[in-house]
């Protein structure tokens, strides 16, 4: 019998009514706009769908012209409610949401298992919302796919890179990197340190720092992979709360990368 994780954040985070939560995700697609890149990574935010989901649809529509090749997605996010040292896997079979199941990838997850700083821990994946909010835009994009989902606390960039540089794949596997930016600054001055971190992902600069993103580490991590890999960060999409649906006294930064090989893509 399958060991399943439930939704913690629907109808919170996003509509927990399947229909509306269909709806919502295409009318956020048809949104974005387009571009060429081919993206073997994407950074993506995880705030509620109001707030930061059209910045989160550029990044997914990127996909849209090679979601028939991808079968396998390594989805990384900082934990939120419970501190962990590493990278904790869930010990589940599937996550659940709305629009279905999501099966794990327990190839994926056995090939990293010997690394020590990876570690299975079912609560600190039950109420996290960083993985959660990304699966119905990857379930809309993408035909059938495995999910190796990583909640990732104390750990350094080189570890995470490690765990990444394991289960890179080829084409079939996207890596998504789950990190809001700045928290609760003015909004000139969010614009200011968001404007300042993301020129450090373009130029593939690390350490992010974690107030200036919560995945700081995930991201950090990505990026050493990145070089490793030779793909170039590309900016899809950077605003914060203030431009979207809350007040700019205290905003929430938010901002959509790919990341692609050269020879694979052209800038629309």
């Not at 090679?66 to 989805?75: E, F, N």
């Not at 190796?148 to 960039?157: D, E, I, K, N």
């Not at 404007?195 to 200036?212: S, Y």
């Not at 905003?251 to 629309?268: K, L, R, T």
């Amino acid at each position: 019998m399958s060991v399943i994780r439930l939704p913690a954040v629907a109808g919170m985070f996003y509509p927990a009514e399947p229909r509306q939560l269909a709806g919502d995700v295409l009318q956020l697609l048809a949104g974005a706009s387009t571009s060429k890149i081919i993206p073997k990574a994407l950074i993506v935010p995880h705030a509620g769908y109001i707030y930061s989901g059209a910045v989160a649809a550029t990044a997914y529509a990127t996909l849209c012209p090679v979601a028939s090749r991808i079968s396998r997605v390594v989805l990384l996010g900082p934990t939120h409610r419970v501190a962990i040292n590493g990278l904790a896997l869930p010990g589940v079979d599937v996550f659940d949401t709305p629009l279905g199941h999501v099966m794990l990838d327990t190839a994926a997850a056995a090939a990293i298992t010997h690394l020590p700083q990876v570690s299975i821990n079912t609560h600190a994946h039950e109420l996290e919302h960083s993985l959660e909010v990304q699966l119905p835009f990857l379930q809309t994009i993408l035909n059938d796919f495995t999910l190796l989902p990583l909640a990732v606390g104390m750990a350094s960039a080189e570890q995470v890179a490690e765990v990444l540089n394991v289960v890179w794949g080829d084409e079939e596997t996207l890596i998504v990197v789950s990190s809001d930016l700045s928290h609760y600054l003015p909004y000139t001055s969010a614009q200011q340190v968001d404007n300042e971190t993301a020129r450090a992902i373009l130029n593939l600069n690390q350490p992010i720092a974690h107030d200036h993103a919560c995945g700081g580490t995930p991201i950090s991590g990505l990026l050493i992979a990145a070089r490793r890999h030779g793909l170039t960060a590309h900016l899809l999409d950077l605003r914060n709360s203030g431009d979207t649906a809350g007040s700019r006294d205290a905003v929430v930064g938010y901002a959509a990368f790919a990341f692609a090989e050269e020879m694979n893509h052209a800038q629309s």
